[in-house]
């Protein structure tokens, strides 16, 4: 009986640690520090604990969210995928986990351009949520509307995206400013794609003072995106100038945040040199 009970210790012990050690790495993720969040998830997956537990399939989930923030989004994607099934497996289907797995992995696939995909995913997860119970629901939900916004807008339809983000905006706030952040932005981008850059300009200077009323912590997400949404307008606007220093920010800003390689930082570059060129 003893050699019962201190196997017992040591495997609460080992779980313990394991708690603290994704606690750690998600605490590493917020502060945008995705580098050292990633190692760190990545070393809570690695280990074996018994009986298994679910920390594994969600630090794997951490490290590739903090993959595709340091802009390797195929990498990431690739991660998803094999966890798509992993999750069904141990949470369920439509558990909140699981939606959370697959709206995050539809956000990545906006940052490679799979718009299409993006939409189709973003929907699903929104009707499960819709479906749902549990106080996790409301934000998996707003978070897949978001993303089936971006798409609407990547694929043109900006209409669309204009009229579900105005009905976002209009409907109960699932407990957060972020979401409203990112609602606005995203009907801010909406604007700019119908060339209603005057109205695109107001949006994102509201966006801009709801933003710093945010903590740190909800800000970093969006680092860049204001001052890219404003750069757009300016540059429609035919305020040159104004638009080049908007869009070096987010540029700025979005090297510091995600780096080189990620789908905000090629944006930002892409404006700049859109500006220079006018």
């Known amino acids: 009986m003893k050699l019962f009970r201190s196997r017992d210790r040591v495997a609460a012990g080992q779980r313990q640690k394991t708690t603290a050690s994704l606690v750690q790495a998600?605490?590493?993720?917020?502060?945008a520090r995705f580098v050292e969040a990633e190692v760190e998830a990545r070393a809570v997956a690695s280990r074996r604990s018994w009986p298994p537990r679910r920390d594994a399939p969600l630090?794997?989930?951490?490290?590739?969210?903090?993959?595709?923030?340091?802009?390797?989004?195929?990498?990431?994607?690739?991660?998803?995928?094999a966890l798509l099934l992993v999750f069904r497996g141990v949470f369920g289907t439509e558990h909140p986990q699981t939606l959370t797995l697959r709206s995050n992995r539809a956000q990545t696939l906006t940052a490679l351009s799979r718009y299409a995909e993006c939409e189709k995913e973003c929907a699903a997860v929104a009707r499960a949520a819709a479906r749902g119970k549990g106080p996790?629901?409301?934000?998996?939900?707003?978070?897949?509307?978001?993303?089936?916004?971006?798409?609407?807008?990547?694929?043109?339809r900006h209409q669309e995206a204009e009229i579900l983000a105005r009905e976002a905006l209009g409907a109960p706030p699932p407990g957060t400013g972020r979401f409203e952040l990112v609602l606005r932005l995203g009907l801010a981008r909406s604007l700019n794609g119908q060339g209603r850059h005057e109205e695109a300009l107001t949006e994102a200077e509201r966006t801009?003072?709801?933003r710093s009323s945010l903590s740190r912590e909800l800000q970093l997400p969006e680092a860049g995106a204001v001052e890219l949404a404003m750069g757009s307008a300016l540059l429609g606007l035919g305020?040159?100038?104004?638009?080049?220093?908007c869009a070096s920010t987010a540029h700025d800003a979005c090297l510091t945040t995600f780096g080189p390689d990620h789908h905000r930082t090629a944006e930002a570059l892409a404006l700049i040199?859109?500006?220079?060129g006018a």
């Open 26 to 31: 998600t605490a590493l993720y917020q502060a």
């Open 136 to 156: 996790e629901m409301p934000y998996i939900a707003a978070a897949a509307q978001n993303g089936l916004i971006y798409s609407l807008n990547g694929q043109g």
């Open 208 to 210: 801009a003072a709801l």
């Open 273 to 276: 040199e859109r500006i220079d």
């Open 239 to 245: 305020r040159g100038p104004e638009a080049r220093a």
């Open 59 to 81: 630090a794997r989930a951490l490290a590739a969210a903090a993959t595709s923030a340091q802009g390797r989004h195929i990498e990431a994607l690739t991660e998803y995928d």
